[in-house]
């Protein structure tokens, strides 16, 4: 007997990439990309509101390898500018309903290169996120998560019709700023299909 992968397909496996909007593509994350997200991802400028912050490049290396399911990068004529989480989930459901529930939502994260930020690239490349969630992928809710001092990924969930669903007074624990309010943002698959 053979031992067979059982293991279903992660959700972004079918979508067929890459992918183009009107100036970027969007395509999924290899190891062969790791340098390039490094120049940007290394500036503690952009590390400053993320989830983690890679103390050198090889510590970088091994944060991606655990992140390659779930990530994309966004190109602007062949180099690699920014990337995206697009973190697939089950939504919350009874137990009699639980099995429609899953894989119905999605956590969405951003990071742009500072030298590419004003010119409207990462709004571009999260309403294509927003539109591979709701379409490729069939989903009914896309969520996001930020610390409410980061105004820029504020700005960024409105502008893409996020409406703010959440503001934590002191429940989002800052790396180096402490104990600090939280905000999320949610869309939901008919409130995106309306605003097309």
């Known amino acids: 007997m053979t031992d067979v992968d059982l293991t279903p397909p992660a959700p972004l496996d079918t979508v067929n990439w890459p992918l183009s909007t009107e100036r970027l593509t969007l395509r ?4 062969a990309d790791e340098s390039s997200m490094w120049t940007y991802r290394g500036l503690e400028e952009v590390s400053r509101w ?3 912050h890679a103390a050198d490049q090889a510590d970088w290396r091994s944060l ?3 992140r390659l399911r779930d990530a994309l990068v966004i190109e602007l004529n062949g180099h690699v500018i920014g990337d995206l989480m697009v973190q697939v989930s089950d939504a919350w459901g009874q137990r009699e309903v639980a099995a429609a529930a899953r894989n119905m939502q999605a956590e969405l994260g951003w990071s742009l290169n500072p030298e590419y930020g004003g010119q409207g690239f990462a709004t571009e490349a ?4 927003l ?5 490729d992928l069939n989903l009914h ?3 996001a998560e930020a610390f409410a001092a980061n105004e820029s990924s504020c700005r960024l969930a409105e502008r893409v019709g996020m409406r703010r669903e959440l503001y ?3 429940d989002s624990l800052h790396r180096d700023l402490g104990w600090i309010d939280g905000v999320g943002y949610a869309l939901l698959a008919d409130e995106w299909k309306a605003g097309r």
Not at 28 to 31: D, K, L, N
Not at 131 to 135: A, K, Q, T, V
């Open 28 to 31: 999924r994350v290899s190891m």
């Open 50 to 52: 993320g989830l983690w």
């Open 64 to 66: 991606l390898k655990e």
């Open 126 to 129: 999260v309403r294509e996120a």
């Open 131 to 135: 539109r591979i969630c709701f379409e």
């Open 141 to 143: 809710r896309v969520v």
């Open 168 to 170: 934590g007074v002191r």
